[in-house]
């Protein structure tokens, strides 16, 4: 396996390790500076160029893509793709781990933990989002700050809002969250690799500190995760679109609450603390997917005009209730279910004899006009957009005629 991995610091921790492991794996592997790209743009023909020489063949690709060129990182990670190239993290999954919100955003939507939040901009909207997520004290973060930079604890409502205008008078978007105290000072990280959590530590923060990032100082500890844990991490990272992905949960007592999906997580604290060969385990998973590379697959079955993917809820007393998929009449209007959601469980590829239930959403690939015959007409009202003609005498049909200017109007 010709194998790149994409960095600015060939000399840190986690660049080397991941050489060393690759090289020991028999891969041939350079580090490459992400800055040094160019992009080209053809049609049919997208293009790398490294240092302005034309990239030469890879079979993989392993972004460590730092926060501050997190757009021009993703963009060549995007054109690898666009390459077939296969590529651990997607440039989605980076774009979406990269800021907080949209994380939390793309995660609320699943049946995951994580503290309650909220996101506002209104001064006067400050004191009710504090409220809302169980009042003071509370977390204000930074929507893009790393390694604990950017986190406060605050102990009062007063001291949050100064906080937060104060943040939002420099232009800082911040997120307000709930603070789960049974957990302050310490958090799990949970390395993912591919569907299985590889290695996991406990950081717990020093003295009054309560981030406990190890940046900011904190001691870590080896841990072994249960079931529930494991699995909420190895979802997140699913969810996100990351194949290789530090998630850092906090222990609440209403189980594992997602705090952060990293994209391009550390792995020297991992490492030291478990003295597993985490990166390892990142090169071996690469060398048995490296033959499937990841694809859009909207942007792959939706290049047919008429045909799109998209999502159907089943609500109680639907039609569908109590039927089969294959009695649904689904496939008789040229419609493909990928994907059954049912609760917290996705089921791919669903059998022809599942029974549907209230609440099921189906992802589904088909003639939209199809498509559209299905979906309730509640849900269905206002998405299909009614254009009619404009009169040829009206205003605005004046206004977009180039000649209409030039001619004399009729007397009234």
Not at 29 to 48: H, N
Not at 220 to 235: I, M
Not at 331 to 337: F, G, K, L, T
Request: with cysteine; aromatic share 4%; hydrophobic share 35%.
């Amino acid at each position: 396996m010709k194998l790149a991995i994409l960095s600015r610091s060939p000399k840190c921790y986690s660049t080397r390790r991941l050489r060393e492991a690759a090289e020991q794996r028999g891969c041939s592997v350079k580090v490459l500076d992400t800055l040094k790209f160019s992009i080209d743009l053809e049609k049919g023909t997208p293009e790398l160029f490294f240092r302005s020489k034309k990239l030469s063949e890879y079979d993989a690709v392993l972004p460590r893509i730092g926060a501050s060129i997190s757009y021009f990182g993703t963009a060549v990670v995007r054109q690898f793709e666009q390459m077939g190239v296969y590529c651990a993290n997607t440039a989605a999954g980076l774009s979406n781990s990269r800021d907080k919100l949209r994380s939390l955003q793309i995660l609320s939507r699943h049946h995951i933990g994580m503290p309650e939040t909220a996101f506002v901009r209104d001064r006067n909207d400050v004191i009710p989002a504090i409220e809302r997520v169980g009042g003071a004290p509370v977390i204000i973060k930074l929507i893009e700050g790393t390694q604990g930079i950017g986190v406060i604890l605050a102990d009062s409502v007063k001291v949050a809002q100064a906080i937060i205008e104060t943040l939002q008078s420099a232009r800082q978007n911040v997120l307000v969250q709930k603070f789960v105290s049974e957990s302050k000072g310490r958090d799990i990280r949970a390395l993912v690799v591919g569907d299985t959590v590889v290695a996991s530590m406990r950081r717990i923060a020093q003295g009054e500190e309560y981030r406990s990032n190890v940046h900011r100082g904190g001691r870590t500890e080896a841990v072994e995760l249960d079931d529930h844990y494991r699995e909420t991490a190895v979802r997140a990272a699913q969810i996100m679109g990351l194949r290789v992905a530090g998630v850092d949960m906090l222990e609440s007592n209403d189980g594992p609450q997602i705090m952060e999906v990293n994209s391009s997580p550390g792995l020297e604290g991992i490492e030291t603390c478990t003295n597993l060969d985490v990166a390892g385990a990142v090169i071996d998973y690469m060398r048995t997917q490296v033959d499937f590379p990841e694809v859009d697959l909207r942007q792959r079955l939706t290049v047919s005009t008429g045909y799109g993917v998209t999502e159907i809820h089943v609500p109680p007393g639907s039609d569908f209730v109590g039927r089969t998929i294959a009695n649904s009449g689904l496939r008789e209007r040229d419609i493909n279910v990928l994907m059954l959601y049912r609760g917290p469980r996705g089921i791919p590829n669903p059998r022809a004899s599942r029974v549907l239930q209230p609440h099921d959403r189906l992802l589904c690939y088909g003639k939209m006009e199809s498509i559209r015959t299905v979906v309730p007409p509640k849900a269905r009202r206002g998405r299909i957009p009614d254009v009619t003609h404009l009169g040829s005498d009206s205003d605005v049909a004046q206004e977009m005629d180039p000649e209409a200017r030039w001619r004399p109007k009729e007397e009234e």
